[in-house]
């Protein structure tokens, strides 16, 4: 930064002159150094919940990276202050207080944002397997679901026809006795009828006594 102020290429600040920035070989024979991503990846929960605004340190702890003499967050910092420059000016800013400065190299923060564009990146797709693994959980569970109600449906329908056929018997013999004891109240009727009939006939026939030969005792007296 002190290169850059006196070079007239930034505006001196107050942080300026405390933030010195590590040494940078070429960006291009950056590119072409080997990268060896990281032994373990981030841990994603095994519950169904999936977390969200883990704080990256979080997740490169957990991805097992190494410190970086130079983070990719600082040189961010450091480019942030030259937006105003054109890219080639900047990448030349940049190159130039590599070139200066021998307690850091521009390898330190590429490396160092490979080795966290990588765990991020594994880390996203575990979110993914997690959130298809979570998709196929709630599949399994809405189909056992399913499942079960169609069980419960049919062993729910065969009661309501064990039931249908009980009310049918039920009312088939409620049917039979009520005729049953309709036909007895018939064959009563019937019976007192004739009973009547009967007893009808036996008043009419000894009725013809009284009526023809009236009173028996004015009768007896009678002159001859």
Known sequence: MSFLVKAKLVEPTPDSEAEMLPPMTAVEDVATDAYVPPQTLPDIPESGEIPVD?????????????PSPFPAEKLLRLLDGLRSMDATTRKAAVLAMDAADENWSIVDPVQDARRKIAALTAYR??????????????GDQIANGKHALENS??????????????LEREIARSAQEITAIEGGQRAAREAVAREQRRLDQEIERLGEIPAGYGDPVATHHEPQ
Do not use: K, N
């Open 54 to 66: 883990i704080p990256f340190d979080t997740l490169y702890e957990q991805a097992g990276m190494p």
């Open 125 to 138: 797709q575990g979110l993914s397997e997690q959130l298809a693994s979570v998709a196929q959980q709630a």
């Open 153 to 166: 449906v049919a062993e729910i329908r065969a009661q309501i026809a064990q039931l249908e056929q009980l």
